[in-house]
């Protein structure tokens, strides 16, 4: 018998010998061990310290630089911490000589109804209530504001209401409420060589500088 022939006999032997699933049993065990060490690695603690530790310091970090950008922003623009918060806040009070609520309400209602859409269209809504107050609500809903005509106390009171107004809001609040001084200023001072103080909408006492007190508490001017 040639030598190739018996090569090929021992080759067959060798095969029906062999139980095709010990090798597959094989292979899936070298497997496990694998997984088994990846799996130990990866729970060990120095790993779980590295995995779990990291990212929880750019969190905290993260916070922190949050935290205190919120914490500058709002001193600037005279905002308490949320624990010493109150529903409603009197951000100025602008004592008058004489007003005519009724005549000067709806002047201040028309301008206030003309600058809703800045910066953008939405922006704020205007409502004109039954008690005589002229509500203004932002649209993120953080905050409002309310203005109010006091005859009795001589004075027009302006509050904001909202115990976390939001940054943007803070900013557009002041830049509406810059307006709305522009607009007193002009009611009560506008014109004057036509008309009397005796016909005007608002007047103010001695030494009429009670829109620029009222300005100095805002933080941002309208340009």
Excluded at 12 to 24: D, E, K, Q, W, Y
Excluded at 68 to 74: H, N, R, V, W
Aim: proline residues 4%.
């Amino acid at each position: 018998m040639s030598s190739i022939a018996l090569l090929s006999i021992a080759f067959l032997s060798l095969l029906r010998s062999t139980n095709p699933l010990s090798f597959a049993s094989s292979s899936m065990a070298t497997n496990q061990i694998k997984c088994s060490s990846r799996r130990a690695y990866f729970q060990s603690d120095r790993v779980l310290g590295k995995r779990r530790n990291l990212p929880a310091i750019r969190t905290r970090a993260s916070l922190n630089s949050m935290n205190s950008l919120s914490d500058a922003f709002g001193k600037f623009f005279g905002v308490i911490p949320e624990q010493q918060q109150k529903p409603n806040q009197i951000l100025f009070e602008i004592p008058v000589q004489n007003m005519k609520v009724g005549g000067l309400r709806f002047a201040l209602g028309l301008h206030l109804m003309g600058q809703k859409n800045k910066p953008e269209i939405g922006a704020w809504k205007v409502n004109q209530a039954n008690d005589g107050i002229i509500d203004l609500f932002y649209k993120d809903e953080t905050g409002s504001l309310a203005v109010s005509f006091l005859v009795d106390d001589k004075k027009i009171v302006v509050e904001r209401w909202g115990t976390r107004p939001s940054l943007q809001y803070q900013l557009q609040e002041s830049l509406i409420l810059n307006s709305m001084l522009d607009e007193l200023q002009v009611l009560a001072y506008g014109n004057s060589e036509e008309v009397k103080d005796s016909d005007r909408l608002l007047t103010f006492l001695d030494p009429g500088d009670a829109i620029e007190k009222a300005r100095a508490t805002l933080p941002a001017r309208s340009a």
